[in-house]
């Protein structure tokens, strides 16, 4: 929705090893959100950007995970070490301006890790 | 934000109107009720949102009761692609953007 791609879609890993998650919004976006969702839940929050500034990270559930939006645009999760239960659907979304009420969805990346 | 209950799941005959009810007794004078719903395989999509008069989009209609405890969203006619988990969600909008805390949502599906 809105110009939001994320890649890869989906991505086997296997224990262990480290992955990086991106997510590619159109440009104009100022807000970034990461979300994970495990199967069969609602998608919880990990991390916000405002521009290139990490301004919340309360969401992320070890200092395994790590994400950064260097130049404002573009935005990469890394996992390291992933762990089985890393597995779930990792989903970025974007808004227009600061209290913006939509937040636009990308369609999420798929990570299984065996 | 507040909490939000909703029924797990709902059947709706497709061309009928589907109404989703959602509970948010906890709900502060500043909070919106946001609406999203996530297709199989997709991304969550915005619907719609209000704050305490009932609204209408190209999507869908939302009725806020007059004490805000509780909304229901209304999708006139339902058609088999509006299957998917529509969640509720009660929301501050301050000067910084703010996440969206999902709860479990209903899963709406449109029977032919």
């Known amino acids: 929705g809105a110009g939001v791609s994320q890649s890869p879609r989906y991505k086997v890993a296997k224990r262990g090893q480290d992955v990086a998650l991106r997510c590619d919004p159109i440009?104009?976006?100022?807000?970034l959100f990461w979300y994970q969702q495990a199967l069969g839940q609602g998608p919880e929050f990990l991390t916000y950007?405002?521009?290139?500034?990490?301004?919340?990270k309360s969401g992320l559930p070890s200092d395994r995970f790590f994400a950064e939006r260097p130049e404002g645009s573009v935005s990469t999760l890394k996992i390291q070490r992933t762990q089985q239960e890393d597995s779930a659907v990792y989903l970025c979304?974007?808004?227009?301006?600061?209290?913006?009420?939509?937040?636009?969805f990308g369609p999420g990346t798929r990570l299984t890790v065996t | 934000d507040a909490k939000t209950t909703q029924p797990p799941s709902m059947d709706c005959a497709e061309g009928r109107a589907a109404n989703l009810p959602c509970n948010h007794s906890t709900i502060s004078g500043n909070e919106y009720v946001y609406w999203y719903r996530q297709i199989h395989s997709q991304g969550p999509q915005y619907i719609i949102h209000g704050l305490k008069n009932n609204e209408t989009n190209e999507m869908a209609s939302l009725i806020i009761t007059e004490d805000r405890k509780s909304s229901t969203l209304i999708l006139p006619h339902a058609t088999l692609r509006d299957t998917a988990v529509y969640y509720c969600?009660?929301?501050?909008?301050?000067?910084?953007?703010?996440?969206?805390?999902f709860g479990s949502g209903t899963q709406l599906t449109v029977l032919p």
């Open positions: 969600i009660v929301r501050a909008v301050s000067g910084s953007a703010r996440q969206l805390t």
């Open positions: 979304a974007v808004a227009s301006a600061r209290g913006s009420y939509e937040q636009y």
């Open positions: 950007f405002q521009n290139e500034a990490q301004l919340d």
């Open positions: 440009s104009g976006h100022v807000s």
